[in-house]
């Protein structure tokens, strides 16, 4: 059973009216070091029987999860520190640290992290005495990262100081930007790697930052020299790196190139042309014990990145941030196919005029994410054989194009056609404007929280002897991301609130407590029967 226990406690940089959370059970103990949880796991197997037909088999597994309490001092570096979201993610941190305050035509805005699940979003933990719904801040179930507390940095090959690329960016009010620029103007970022090939190139002029020479295993060793010199500085803990840099083009993956860890680290220490970026700093970050997170929609993870993850013992995230547009594709699909209609054709248009957009206005760029934003309909699709025959899909067209006036304020259009009763036909059009930055600057903070979180959980299957963590692909994070890297023979659920529901379903199993199911099987007893129970 869960009881809710009242204080006085708020939280930092952000009002909360929320209370402590604690759980009272045989199944969990708190100590100084851990929470401690013994929890049964309920699962179906299903065997195909010639005439029996589809044939389900209840299993329970028990497991016991085991969660460190105390949060270690953590760094996040950003690759592209000096983009819109690495602006937008630091003078969002130093806002809400100062709680600082600015007047809109609205009114006095406050600096707040609405949009993170983490810190923002709600999940119901019980009843009260009166049959009420109570519900609890994510962060107060298990002890979290608090973004106040973490420490930024990063790389960018433009050595423009945060508080002009703030300015540059147009994201923030000018009010509050009159406010932060002291504070990011001091704040410069490292150079970064630059490969001409693998991004656009309208980048080069910005490029005035970059490692020098063509050798990339000095780069990976600057990287790597940079990692370690971040957290011996601010004497951290931990440091979770996260790209959030251009979209590069996809590589190839190439048979004794990037197949396995040890060809990976050769090809890096040859200076193959097959090697990106992203995958130098993804490697840098595996071998200084570093997760790493990719923000953009290329193909960073290769096979022999997951070996060496592997190897290592840190965790991957990714693919490409899921704020907008796919996101919102990501609830109107599995809507209507759960609904038992039947999407023919969804077509989105969507133009922008950010650095992120005249990056995609090169084809190789644009076709990293049109692919990371093509898949996001198929589970959801394949979950149906009454409305869809296998290797049927609805038609999917995706176009991007820049427009440099509207800046960050991204504008999406979407029509979703679906077949309905007799025949009929029914035709859905949105549109939907996006902050861009303003939407990924909670995702990128919710990224490194999780991951994090996920660095102190321990799990224990029955039978086992010993804990381990969870495997290295944190397929946990899939909420936050348009193309969900997943562990090899698991499923990819794109659909949001699955994804959100298995993230407060792993907190909750980490207090012990079971799955929320929605089912209210007791309130649908009659009130007799039910009152005494």
């Given at each position: 059973?869960a009881q809710v226990v009242h204080s006085s406690r708020s939280g930092r940089g952000q009002s909360s009216t929320m209370e402590d959370f604690k759980v009272e059970s045989k199944n969990v103990a708190y100590c100084d070091d851990y929470i401690t949880a013994q ?13 029996q037909g589809l044939v389900a088999r209840p299993m329970r597994r028990r497991y016991v999860l085991r969660t460190k309490r105390k949060v270690p001092k953590t760094g996040l570096m950003l690759v592209g520190w000096g983009g819109n979201n690495g602006t937008t ?106 490969y001409p090939d693998f991004i656009a190139a309208n980048q080069e002029e910005r490029a005035d930052n970059v490692l020098p020479g063509k050798d990339k295993q000095k780069h990976l060793q600057t990287i790597r020299g940079d990692i370690r010199r971040f957290k ?302």
């Amino acid at each position: 059973s869960a009881q809710v226990v009242h204080s006085s406690r708020s939280g930092r940089g952000q009002s909360s009216t929320m209370e402590d959370f604690k759980v009272e059970s045989k199944n969990v103990a708190y100590c100084d070091d851990y929470i401690t949880a013994q929890y049964h796991y309920d699962e179906t197997r299903i065997v195909r029987s010639s005439n029996q037909g589809l044939v389900a088999r209840p299993m329970r597994r028990r497991y016991v999860l085991r969660t460190k309490r105390k949060v270690p001092k953590t760094g996040l570096m950003l690759v592209g520190w000096g983009g819109n979201n690495g602006t937008t993610v630091t003078g969002g941190i130093i806002a809400n640290k100062a709680k600082m305050t600015w007047k809109t035509k609205e009114g006095l805005q406050t600096a707040d992290y609405v949009g993170s699940l983490t810190q923002s979003a709600t999940m119901k933990v019980g009843d009260d005495e009166e049959g009420r719904e109570i519900y609890t801040t994510l962060k107060s179930v298990v002890p979290m990262l608090d973004p106040n507390d973490m420490v930024l940095g990063g790389w960018d090959i433009s050595k423009m100081n945060l508080g002009d690329a703030m300015e540059r960016a147009c994201v923030f009010p000018e009010p509050l930007q009159r406010q932060l620029k002291k504070h990011l103007t001091p704040l410069v970022p490292l150079p970064g790697i630059y490969y001409p090939d693998f991004i656009a190139a309208n980048q080069e002029e910005r490029a005035d930052n970059v490692l020098p020479g063509k050798d990339k295993q000095k780069h990976l060793q600057t990287i790597r020299g940079d990692i370690r010199r971040f957290k011996k500085a601010n004497g951290l803990d931990k440091v979770i790196v996260l790209w959030t840099a251009n979209t590069e083009r996809m590589c190839d993956v190439i048979s004794g190139v990037n197949d396995t860890a040890d060809n990976l680290l050769r090809s890096i220490r040859s200076s193959h042309a097959e090697v990106s970026p992203s995958t130098i700093y993804a490697v840098a970050s595996a071998l200084e014990g570093c997760s790493f997170i990719n923000g953009s929609p290329q193909n960073t993870f290769v096979p022999g990145l997951i070996e060496l993850a592997e190897r290592c013992g840190v965790f991957l995230g990714g693919d490409d941030f899921k704020s907008g547009q796919t996101k919102m594709k990501s609830v109107m699909v599995d809507f209507l196919v759960s609904s038992g209609l039947k999407p023919v054709s969804v077509v989105s248009y969507n133009h922008l005029g950010n650095n992120d957009g005249r990056n995609l206005s090169e084809a190789k760029q644009f076709r990293s994410k049109e692919i990371s934003k093509s898949n996001v309909v198929d589970d959801m699709v394949n979950s149906n054989r009454v409305l869809y025959q296998p290797g049927e899909k609805p038609d999917h067209l995706v176009v991007i194009k820049y427009v440099p006036f509207v800046r960050d304020s991204k504008r999406a259009l979407d029509e979703y056609t679906t077949r309905i009763f007799m025949g009929g036909l029914n035709t859905i059009v949105m549109h939907n404007t996006c902050e861009d930055s303003l939407l990924a600057s909670p995702l990128i903070l919710d990224l490194a929280i999780l991951t994090e979180l996920c660095q102190r959980i321990e799990i224990k299957p029955e039978g086992s002897e010993t804990f381990t963590r969870f495997d290295p692909i944190l397929s946990i994070l899939s909420a936050c991301i348009k193309a969900p890297l997943v562990p090899k023979n698991t499923p990819v659920v794109n659909a949001l609130f699955r994804q959100i529901s298995c993230i407060k379903n792993v907190l909750r199993a980490c207090v012990g407590m079971a799955p929320e199911n929605h089912m209210l099987l007791r309130q649908k007893l009659p009130t007799s029967i039910r009152s005494r129970l």
